[in-house]
């Protein structure tokens, strides 16, 4: 049997993770197309296993295959043991126009509605749209990690049975992504109250300020990136070039690379770095340092 999922990463983990339960079997092999070619895939699920059980062969970056040709052949000829192809959102057209009559079930999870799912989760609980884009936004639209944390609410709220704001503010953690989003758009905004707000939340999460720094940068530096790929590409050539960035982020990042000027991102990073110097040499204590820095907004 033959596989193709694609969509959201932790959903096709999701579905991987449940097609491994249903055939029970300890013969799990797990490919890249990326850095592996088709033919050795294909040579691997048509050598016989003797003494195991089926394999259940894993094969991930299906836009990057390096000869469909190949696949399409066993597709034609399949064994018993299982193919899993993946790919993070879409399928290139040209390679599903090729598989489109073959015998492979498709299992599409690119546009699942969260907010019917976490509608669904709570259907015996009390729960408003705005704590439900609440949580959405806490955990980065992460279908496990909602799950996760739906858990952890209903078991919470079990004699209430009403989930509110501080409910979620108390048990769910802020996605660091997210903390740091906030931040970076706080600090544009010049809203120290939020500035401070956003980065007490963070030391008290146990991060610190050499940390908070470091992703400060890497997110100005991102969104420098991406102020300069959206001159040239689409969204979705810009997230392949930046490591196939997760959707979400990508249009986090993008909002700010839109209304941030270069001088301004170029500006950050270079105080960020040298304030980073100076907490490492010694010179300023780290959260004085950090104050300081909001505190010029």
Same mark, same amino acid.
């Given at each position: 049997?033959?596989?193709?999922?694609?969509?959201?990463?932790?959903?096709?983990?999701?579905?991987?993770?449940?097609?491994?339960?249903?055939?029970?079997?300890?013969?799990?092999?797990?490919?890249?197309?990326? %850095?592996?070619?088709? $033919? %050795?895939?294909?040579? !691997?699920?048509?050598?016989?296993?003797?003494?195991?059980?089926? /394999?259940?062969?894993?094969?991930? $970056?299906?836009?990057? =295959? &390096?000869?469909?040709?190949?696949?399409?052949?066993?597709?034609?000829? @399949?064994? !018993?043991?299982?193919?899993?192809?993946?790919?993070?959102?879409?399928?290139?057209?040209? =390679?599903?126009?090729?598989?489109?009559?073959?015998?492979?079930?498709?299992?599409?999870?690119?546009?699942?509605?969260?907010?019917?799912?976490?509608?669904?989760?709570?259907? %015996?609980?009390?729960?408003?749209?705005?704590?439900?884009?609440?949580? *959405?936004?806490?955990? $980065?639209? &992460?279908?496990?990690?909602?799950?996760?944390?739906?858990?952890?609410?209903?078991?919470?709220?079990?004699?209430?049975?009403?989930?509110?704001? %501080?409910?979620?503010?108390?048990?769910?953690?802020?996605?660091?992504?997210?903390?740091?989003?906030?931040?970076?758009?706080?600090?544009?905004?010049?809203?120290? !109250?939020?500035?401070?707000?956003?980065?007490?939340? +963070?030391?008290?999460?146990?991060?610190?300020? #050499?940390?908070? =720094?470091?992703?400060?940068?890497?997110?100005?530096?991102?969104?420098? /990136?991406?102020?300069? #790929?959206? /001159?040239?590409?689409?969204?979705?050539?810009?997230?392949?070039?930046?490591? *196939?960035?997760?959707?979400?982020?990508?249009? +986090?990042? /993008?909002? @700010?690379?839109?209304?941030?000027?270069? *001088?301004?991102?170029?500006?950050? =990073?270079?105080? +960020?770095?040298? +304030?980073?110097?100076?907490?490492? $040499?010694?010179?300023?204590?780290?959260?004085?340092?950090?104050?300081?820095?909001?505190?010029?907004?």
């Amino acid at each position: 049997m033959v596989y193709l999922i694609n969509g959201e990463k932790s959903l096709i983990d999701k579905e991987v993770n449940d097609l491994i339960k249903k055939y029970n079997t300890t013969s799990i092999i797990k490919y890249d197309l990326i %850095d592996t070619k088709i $033919s %050795d895939v294909i040579n !691997d699920i048509d050598t016989v296993n003797l003494f195991l059980d089926k /394999k259940l062969i894993i094969c991930s $970056s299906l836009n990057n =295959i &390096d000869n469909i040709d190949i696949l399409v052949k066993y597709l034609d000829n @399949q064994n !018993d043991n299982i193919l899993i192809l993946t790919n993070e959102d879409k399928v290139d057209l040209k =390679i599903l126009n090729k598989i489109k009559n073959k015998k492979i079930e498709k299992i599409d999870v690119s546009n699942i509605d969260l907010t019917s799912f976490i509608k669904e989760e709570f259907k %015996d609980y009390k729960i408003s749209f705005k704590e439900i884009n609440m949580l *959405k936004d806490y955990t $980065s639209n &992460d279908y496990n990690r909602i799950k996760e944390e739906i858990i952890k609410l209903k078991m919470y709220k079990l004699d209430t049975k009403e989930i509110n704001e %501080d409910d979620i503010k108390k048990l769910v953690t802020k996605n660091l992504d997210k903390n740091i989003f906030d931040l970076v758009n706080y600090i544009y905004k010049k809203n120290k !109250d939020k500035v401070f707000e956003v980065y007490y939340e +963070l030391v008290e999460n146990n991060e610190d300020e #050499l940390k908070i =720094i470091g992703f400060l940068s890497n997110n100005y530096t991102l969104i420098y /990136k991406i102020k300069e #790929l959206i /001159k040239e590409y689409n969204d979705e050539e810009c997230m392949l070039k930046l490591n *196939k960035m997760h959707p979400y982020r990508f249009k +986090l990042l /993008k909002e @700010q690379a839109l209304s941030l000027d270069k *001088k301004y991102l170029l500006n950050k =990073i270079k105080e +960020l770095g040298e +304030l980073d110097i100076k907490i490492k $040499s010694g010179v300023i204590n780290p959260k004085l340092g950090m104050e300081l820095f909001f505190c010029k907004l």
